[in-house]
């Protein structure tokens, strides 16, 4: 923290969470009642709002400060609670209805249709007859007879509390727009808690296990897992992650292979697969509000540590090209900046270049 943030009254940096809640909901607002909500790209531009607001926190160098991050996630806390418990800002996914009930398609998970009629927040009734997408243990890890908003919500909680030592991961994670889309019942929560828990923990048999059970429920967290070790040259535990999944898919395929291509594999929600096998659109992929979390988690996790590494001798030669690029004479190690994401493209650039410079 800066001097002047350490000087600064407590009230004035309590007051600094609160105004930039206040800017993070009003940005809500603006995106959920604008027509904008109805294109693709109404879900990467709150995502950008999000990395903007924590830029703000950044650059004032108040993101490890902990009266501003108790009023930024107290406020994002209150905003999420009065939405799960009054329908205000909610409603925008059927996943809290959905997600529990997938249970009974058990033990052909992927052979069947769930129809589901469900009222939300005193309108509908709205009807569901779609096919199960996602890994098998999703559905089984809800509080029993609570609304499915009470585990994505304790869930986000689970996030933050793992990831307390990561002040960009409270910053991003903790934002009002991320408590929201908890509030709201989406699942990403869920296999985000035990990715946390498997990453922060020290390596051993409790987060070995978190990483075993998130590579049984959504998909994203097998991808990432698999990157992960990939990036890290870590052969061995990548072939193992992706052995993990076809485990966990095996039994079911047994009981109706075509099923779990369509479903698990292609993410073909109709019951029939009518509609042919083929991966959601680049466009819906986009458009999913939920999906946006991923990188917010993923920078707010990893940037640190991958500043470490960026920041070593190795790359001397790209942050000098980075700074080049920002018009800067030198390339400030010790700052937390989004120009450290010039730095691979740097990298990348230079090994194009005459003689791999």
């Known amino acids: 923290m ?29 995106f959920l009642h604008a027509p904008i909500l109805g294109s693709p790209w109404a879900a990467p531009l709150l995502c950008a709002a999000v990395l903007g607001e924590a830029t703000v926190a950044f650059r004032l160098e108040l993101h490890r400060d902990p009266i501003f991050l108790a009023a930024w996630i107290g406020f994002a806390a209150a905003l999420a609670i009065v939405s799960a418990a009054t329908g205000y800002l ?48 999703l559905p089984l890890l809800a509080i029993p007879y609570v609304d499915y908003r009470a585990t994505a919500l304790l869930a986000w909680a689970g996030i933050l509390y793992f990831a307390r030592r990561r002040p960009m991961a409270l910053v991003l994670v903790g934002s009002p727009w991320v408590a929201l889309l908890a509030a709201n019942g ?33 998909q994203f967290a097998n991808a990432f897992v698999v990157v992960y070790y990939l990036v890290l040259r870590r052969w061995w535990e990548a072939a193992l992650a992706a052995a993990v999944t076809v485990a966990f898919l095996v039994p079911f395929a ?33 458009s999913h509000l939920n999906y946006w979390i991923w990188p917010l988690w993923a920078i707010g996790m990893f940037a640190a540590s991958g500043a470490r590494i960026l920041g070593g001798p190795r790359f001397a030669a790209d942050r000098a090209r980075a700074a080049r690029w920002m018009g800067r004479a030198s390339f400030d190690v010790g700052r937390a900046s989004w120009g450290w994401l010039l730095v691979p493209v740097a990298r990348v650039v230079r090994g194009r270049g005459p003689g791999g410079r």
């Open 2 to 30: 800066s001097a002047g943030a350490a000087r600064a009254a407590p009230a004035v940096r309590a007051a600094a969470g609160l105004g930039l809640g206040a800017l993070a909901y009003g940005l809500i607002l603006v």
């Open 186 to 218: 989406f699942n990403d929560p869920v296999p985000l808690a035990l990715l946390t828990i498997a990453f922060t923990l020290p390596r051993g048999a409790g987060s070995r296990a978190a990483e075993i059970v998130a590579l049984g429920v959504k």
């Open 90 to 137: 909610n409603g925008l996914t059927d996943e809290p209805y959905a997600t529990p009930a997938f249970a009974a398609l058990f033990p052909n998970l992927y052979g069947g249709a769930l129809h589901l009629s469900y009222t939300q927040y005193g309108t509908g009734p709205y009807t569901l007859n779609v096919g199960y997408v996602y890994l098998p243990l």
């Open 254 to 286: 047994l009981l109706d292979a075509s099923g779990v291509v369509c479903h698990a594999i292609y993410l073909n929600s109709s019951p029939t697969c009518a509609a042919g096998a083929s991966v959601s659109s680049a466009s819906a992929v986009v």
